[in-house]
């Protein structure tokens, strides 16, 4: 449950508990969304004529919360390209071992035609 504080005008939110304090009004059946935008924009909330708290979808950013969301998507693409890297590493390897078996294979089957292959004569000769 969290508790809002509205300012002198009765409309925007001025500050967010999640205890019941002094002067302070019970906002109950609050949504995900809604909850996280007044933890962490307050003052960009207000309460309707009802009573019902109101979060805009497009909250208005500060410079610092802008370069905080620049930092935070550049941080979740980094993260995915060292993924996608440490993949192409782990293909690339097992590339190389299957490559390695196969050239060890051929080198085998190369040794084994560059070997004279020595039979006896079981003909008898000229006495």
């Known amino acids: 449950m969290l508790y809002v504080h509205v300012d002198n005008s009765g409309k925007w ?8 304090k002094d002067g302070y009004q019970a906002k109950p059946g609050l949504l995900d969304n809604q909850i996280i935008a007044l933890m962490n924009f307050p ?13 805009p979808d497009n909250l208005p950013l500060s ?9 935070s ?15 192409q590493v ?12 196969q050239i060890a294979s051929l080198m085998l089957e190369i040794s084994k035609l560059q070997t004279p292959t020595q039979t006896t004569s079981t003909t008898g000769g000229a006495k």
């Open 13 to 20: 939110i001025d500050s967010v508990s999640t205890e019941q």
């Open 43 to 55: 003052t960009k909330c207000w309460v309707d004529d009802n009573g019902a708290v109101v979060t």
């Open 63 to 71: 410079d610092a919360e802008k370069q905080a969301q620049e930092a």
């Open 73 to 87: 998507l550049t941080i979740t693409k980094l993260q995915q390209q060292v993924s996608d890297l440490s993949s």
């Open 90 to 101: 782990n293909q690339a390897n097992s590339d190389k071992e299957s490559l390695q078996s």
